[in-house]
């Protein structure tokens, strides 16, 4: 593991930072670090900090800092070592309750002890004699201006301020009190360099188990572990990234990958510790059983250090390209007991467990089991589908609120896409969602798939795949109803309804996008082969053909039909003259189809923002290709305009199942206007290009998720690649979160797509 931190050589602007962005309006750019000047000149630091095991006991660390400025600098480096507290709650606090670091004999080491499953290990770094901080890793109550509480933490760690945040006040305040003490629950080895303009300075620490102690802490043997590892490293990746990509594209993947390893957290939530509390209903309080206590992929550590389950199925898709197992592992979790309701529900993310996000998870699970060398892991698909079918019941019992078929979830994943607040709408009035109703079509979908996996060794799974074809073809029914479905033939696109509840009173809210596009995404390609043996579901499936104007017009028009289909059954929510439609926008310059990718939000807002009343109240949303400019859900993302590789993720996969039914039989013009008329498979490829060049220097050297910053093209910082969360769609300028390694390193698939 190698990890790169710039650190400004003057003092970190945050003041600057917090008062400037203070004073900017919503419709102004996040003021940055890079815009406050501290990096002039090149007066920073680069960290390079390496972690690599010789034994699973036995890990070692090297700290390489480079003084990157025109002058001589000081740098402060303390490599700190802790225990991570869980004696903070105990009825007793007695100094046997807590596990313990102190100074070894020779007054060179650490030694830590306490916890017997575990055993004892020493600290030890490259020093002749070392100066040792201790301090306890404890809150300072005192500065949170809390109260500690009793039998949380000993009246000596209040008094001695032996507090975690000590060895700050030591470096920083002058405070002596951690440089007196001889053990702790948290100690740092201290070291101030002077390093020359130009220079560098590495320091060398090592954590291994007392009884495997090595027969040479440092010198040659650590140097070769560490180059030893990086051979490793790189001879694993050659395997996993093809041969065909580009010089910058493996830089781009491998940075993409590393992301996903970093990004793993340990997490811990007991549900048990919520407080009992009458009259008002607390955040998260229906999720008592809950106790998680694992390590989990995050979003984002630095920005959103709590996971969000359908962040975490896009994760796994290239974690499975480096790690298979923790891929399963990590769907595996959220189905167990300790993590999902007892009433099915998956829990969304720490800031509200109850919100519903879009159920993605089967589809993950399907990716996942894939992964086998060509094959199907047909057990862990087992374990995953017994869980799911309650996740189903759930979706189907709780968010049908009409009993048709049509959908409702909030906000969904997609904070501020409409022009109110999906999961609190306008009192008085309910919501049936396009993309909640093409969702669960989706799900059952892939459930359906998934009972058709298991019934090639189990037929007993085949009266659940008919169950699941039924589904859908029930939600296809509704979603398409010229009753009451939200398909508007005018448009020749969908949208959600708003209605009344006390009345039939419904108005249809007129807002093209990525709302009305995911019901492209609830399409299968079946082959006669992969029921083969299963009549009643073939009998089933005969039947929905001749009832179902959407499977009927794919599965018997030769016109639309690649020869190589004849054995074969294209599933779709939406009818050909429907995709017709829909891909007329998605392939529009003017609407959807931009230059770095899909938009979430129609380009023709830009001009003309879209206006609804409701119950009086005026309602708007402008096309916003940068950060948001909405307050829905603090702000903090943009589903108005950006690129998320998230949706352009599925999007493309599933024009590539069309692509496959059609094969070059059916032509496309793209873009609109432009009379080239192309294949779907030539259509998505362009399309990922154009995500791609998001990442990828352009002819000056320069990516364009960097925005304006020149200084991403000098040498120091070239070779650095940000996994934004979003991206601007005209510039392709990162926006929100640029630590989002998490479903952002889908990167690395669409390369991988790329070059199949």
């Known amino acids: 593991m190698r990890a790169l931190y710039k650190y400004p050589q003057v003092p970190f602007p945050y003041e600057k930072l917090i008062l400037e962005n203070a004073s900017r309006t919503r419709e102004e750019p996040e003021f940055e670090i890079l815009d406050t000047g501290v990096f002039d000149q090149n007066r920073y630091w ?54 313990l670091m102190k100074v070894s004999k020779n007054l060179k080491h650490v030694v830590c002890s306490g916890i017997n499953s575990v055993g004892e290990y020493v600290f ?80 060398r620490c090592r954590l291994y188990r007392r009884d495997e102690e090595p027969c040479q802490l440092f010198g040659k043997t650590f140097d070769d572990i560490i180059n030893q590892r990086l051979r490793e490293a790189d001879e694993f990746y050659s395997l996993v990234i093809p041969g065909n990509f580009s010089l910058e594209e493996k830089l781009l993947a491998r940075q993409a990958y590393a992301g996903l390893c970093w990004s793993k957290q340990f997490y811990y939530f007991d549900g048990r510790s919520l407080p009992n ?39 796994v898709i290239p974690f499975a390209d480096i790690d298979l197992d923790f891929a399963k592992s990590q769907l595996l979790l959220a189905l167990t007991d300790r993590y999902q309701h007892p009433n099915g529900q998956l829990p969304g993310c720490e800031f509200q467990f109850d919100d519903a996000h879009p159920p993605v998870h089967a589809w993950s699970c399907l990716h996942i089991a894939r992964k086998l060398h060509g094959n199907t892991d047909v057990e862990f698909l087992k374990k995953c589908f017994h869980k799911l079918v309650i996740n189903f019941n759930w979706w189907m019992n709780q968010k049908d609120v009409h009993g048709r078929y049509l959908f409702s979830g909030g906000f969904l994943g997609m904070d501020n896409v409409s022009a109110v607040d999906r999961s609190v709408p ?69 949208y959600d309804r708003l209605t009344l509840k006390d009345s039939q009173t419904n108005k249809m ?63 779709s929510l939406v009818s050909y003259s429907q995709l017709k439609s829909l891909l007329q926008y998605v392939f529009d310059e003017t609407e959807f189809l931009a230059p770095f ?75 609109k206007g432009s009379k080239i008329h192309l294949p779907l498979h030539d259509i998505t490829l362009d399309i990922r290009q154009r995500i791609a060049a998001i990442f990828l220097p352009d002819d000056t050297g320069a990516r364009p998720l960097n925005g304006d910053y020149e200084i991403f093209i000098n040498d120091y910082w070239k070779r650095m690649v940000h996994f934004y969360e979003f991206f601007n769609p005209e510039t392709g300028k990162g926006l929100g979160a640029c630590h989002q390694t998490g479903w952002t390193a889908l990167i690395a698939s669409i390369l991988q797509q790329m070059a199949a």
């Not at 690599?52 to 070592?81: E, F, M, W």
């Not at 009259?279 to 959103?304: A, Y």
Request: net charge negative.
């Open 426 to 494: 306008p009192e008085g009035t309910v919501i049936e969602q396009a993309d909640g109703t093409a969702w669960m079509a989706f799900y059952a979908r892939c459930m359906m798939e998934i009972a058709l996996e298991l019934s090639g060794t189990d037929c007993s799974y085949q009266d659940l795949a008919v169950t699941y074809l039924h589904h859908f073809v029930s939600i296809t029914k509704a979603i398409n109803s010229t009753e009451f479905g939200l398909w508007d033939e005018d448009d020749g696109f969908y």
């Open 277 to 315: 509390g009458s009259g008002e209903v607390r955040r998260n309080s229906r999720w008592r059983h809950m106790l998680n206590n694992d390590v989990i992929s995050m979003p984002d550590k630095w920005e959103f250090p709590w996971y969000a389950w359908w962040d975490l199925a896009f994760h």
């Open 509 to 571: 809210l007129h807002l093209r996008s990525m709302v009305g596009l995911v019901s492209l995404f609830p399409v299968l390609l079946l082959n006669s082969s992969s029921f083969q043996g299963l009549k009643t579901f073939k009998d089933e499936l005969e039947k929905s053909i001749s009832h179902l104007q959407g499977i009927q017009h794919f599965g018997q028009d030769s016109d639309v039909r690649n020869s190589s289909s004849r054995d074969h059954y294209l599933l």
């Open 124 to 203: 030890a770094v490259d020093a002749s004699s070392p100066q040792i901080l201790f301090t306890n890793n404890e809150t300072n109550v005192q500065k949170m201006n809390m109260s500690s509480g009793p039998g949380e933490m000993s009246d000596l760690t209040i008094v001695e301020n032996r507090f975690k945040d000590a060895f700050h006040d030591f470096v920083i305040h002058g405070n002596q009190s951690a440089k007196h003490l001889r053990q702790g629950t948290k100690c740092a080895f201290y070291f101030t360099l002077q390093v020359p303009s130009g220079s560098t300075r590495q320091i």
């Open 597 to 671: 990718g899909i938009r979430s939000l129609s380009k023709i807002y830009a001009e003309d923002e879209y206006s609804v009343d409701i119950l009086g109240n005026k309602y708007t949303v402008a096309y916003c290709p940068s950060d948001s400019n909405s307050d829905i859900f603090g702000g903090n993302s943009n589903w108005r305009g950006p690129v998320w590789l998230c949706m352009n993720f599925m999007l493309l996969e599933a024009l590539d199942c069309y692509g496959d039914y059609f094969g070059t039989a059916v032509n496309f013009e793209y873009p």
């Open 46 to 99: 680069d960290v390079v900090v390496e972690f690599v095991k010789s034994t699973p006991h036995d890990i070692l660390c090297q700290y390489t800092v480079h003084n990157r400025g025109p002058d001589s600098a000081c740098l402060h480096i303390l490599p700190i070592l802790w225990y991570r507290n869980t004696w903070f709650k105990q009825e007793t606090n007695s100094s046997a309750d807590k596990p």
